[in-house]
């Protein structure tokens, strides 16, 4: 796929006609049409992004930073190219793993407390950002440790990853009450929505050499719970960069 280029936090536009993905092990950022023609670097040094998230209309990149120069910084760029724009300037924290809401005006992330070593979200809280104002608000607590917040394709929830990798966490921003989805698998990472809203795709695969599973692979869950399905056989799959571990 994309000639087997080495490639990480590949990222389908909401069409599904393009494709965003930072290279490894370079760390810079590219676009490109889905079959791999029309290819355009985004980013070079000093940046080193990670997470790249397509807007819903498409006329942008959301992602954030890992570079020494900028850590825990989140940024949009036009999806056609050009300078990067910093959201949050003046904050302190590091401001991690963002994603959009479905109406493109608002973006949830992870920001880790000062003095926090980054990328232990440990003590880390989930905010919204309203693009228009600038003002920023915190979500309900989550009830066990967890980051990685991803909207749901009808705006209704937020999807979480509890830090120790058991278990997914689910906000109704309607009640603002948390539930949980516990597939009982090895070490779930890298969740994901159906287009449909009505599944949570997610990766199990042994993590950093502590965590294991017994079955690795890629996996749907119903959320409204429930057993989950296999969809993607891993074992023996080799991976790169953040999926390299292990």
């Not at 300078?83 to 924290?93: E, N, S, W």
């Not at 994603?99 to 070593?117: H, L, T």
């Not at 990798?165 to 009982?184: F, I």
């Amino acid at each position: 796929y994309l000639g087997g280029i080495s490639a990480e936090y590949v990222n389908f536009s909401k069409d599904g006609k393009y494709v965003v993905y930072v290279a490894y092990p370079d760390g810079t950022m590219w676009r490109a049409n889905r079959d791999g023609s029309g290819l355009q670097q985004l980013t070079g040094p000093p940046f080193s992004p990670v997470t790249p998230e397509w807007s819903p209309d498409g006329t942008q990149i959301l992602f954030s930073e890992t570079s020494v120069s900028h850590p825990g910084e989140m940024y949009t760029i036009s999806s056609q190219g050009g300078v990067p724009k910093r959201l949050l300037p003046d904050d302190k924290g590091r401001d991690v793993i963002p994603d959009w809401s479905p109406d493109g005006k608002k973006i949830v992330f992870d920001q880790i407390p000062v003095g926090s070593a980054f990328g232990m979200f440990q003590g880390s809280k989930d905010r919204i950002l309203e693009m228009d104002t600038g003002k920023v608000a915190d979500l309900p607590p989550c009830p066990k440790p967890c980051y990685s917040p991803r909207w749901s394709p009808d705006g209704r929830y937020i999807l979480e990853l509890a830090v120790d990798h058991k278990n997914m966490l689910l906000l109704d921003l309607r009640t603002n009450q948390w539930s949980q989805l516990d597939p009982k698998l090895g070490a779930i990472d890298f969740p994901r929505w159906s287009r449909d809203g009505r599944s949570i795709y997610f990766q199990d695969s042994d993590l950093a050499g502590v965590l294991r599973s017994a079955d690795p692979g890629i996996y749907r869950v119903p959320v409204t719970g429930g057993r989950a399905e296999k969809v993607v056989d891993m074992k023996g799959f080799r991976g790169t960069g953040s999926m390299s571990v292990g």
